[in-house]
């Protein structure tokens, strides 16, 4: 039986290690030793710990419900989640902007700007996130089928672990293609105009876009770094 009210012990460890290693990576940008450089670049996987984390507890609460009622409310689910997520968000938010001690810079881009910057970074964060949260949620439900013998009564029935994994890696399959897919035609893009506007955002100079160009079936014939100070891709 899951129990929601159960404390994880393990994870405190876990969380602590993610946070540290998010420090060292900031830390880098700051006079440091140089046996830093060793642990700062691995800060990325203090940010992942913490979202691998979050699906944990949260598909944990989920099963839970639906042992007890034998059904989810996705409307409470996502109520719930606003009320704990926003208000600490908006909260920083508005230091933020009217606490000028937490500038970065004299003058704060517009907030159209702001917003168009999250928009085009979308795409990359749900690259980067959808498989992990999939295996994840893969991972707890067979774990929960485990625990409940579902699998035993699967097998029981004829049903063999083949057929039951059939499912599962025909949906990785058309989930890889379809990333694939994103990857190519949408996400590249979408990542040189998020690069475009957060130097902007940050009063740096645009950076160059490096050009692989190819003729006649040749492999890369040139390959050409143009700086952007035209205000567009230039291609």
Known sequence: MIKTDKKFTGLDHLRALAISLVFLFHYSFYQHPAWMER???????????????S??????QLFA???NKHQVSLPVFYLKRAFRILPPYFFV??????????HEREKLAPLWKMFTYLFFLTPQLIYDLLPPSILVAVLAAF?????????????????????????????SIL???????????????????QDKLRDEIKGRATQGVTLFRMEDGERVVSVERIADSSGGDEE
Not at 182 to 188: E, G, K, L
């Open 39 to 53: 642990f700062s670049g691995f800060g990325w996987c203090g940010v992942d710990l913490f979202f691998v984390l």
């Open 175 to 193: 989930l890889s293609g379809g990333l694939f897919a994103f990857d190519f035609y949408y996400v590249a893009g979408a990542n040189r105009k």
């Open 55 to 60: 699906g944990f507890l949260i598909s944990n």
């Open 143 to 171: 774990g929960v089928m485990s625990k409940q013998n579902e699998i035993t009564a699967f097998k029981a029935c004829g049903v063999s672990l083949y057929r039951l994994a059939a499912p599962i890696l025909i949906g």
């Open 93 to 102: 938010l508005l230091i933020y902007i009217f606490v000028p001690a937490f």
């Open 65 to 67: 419900e639906w042992q």
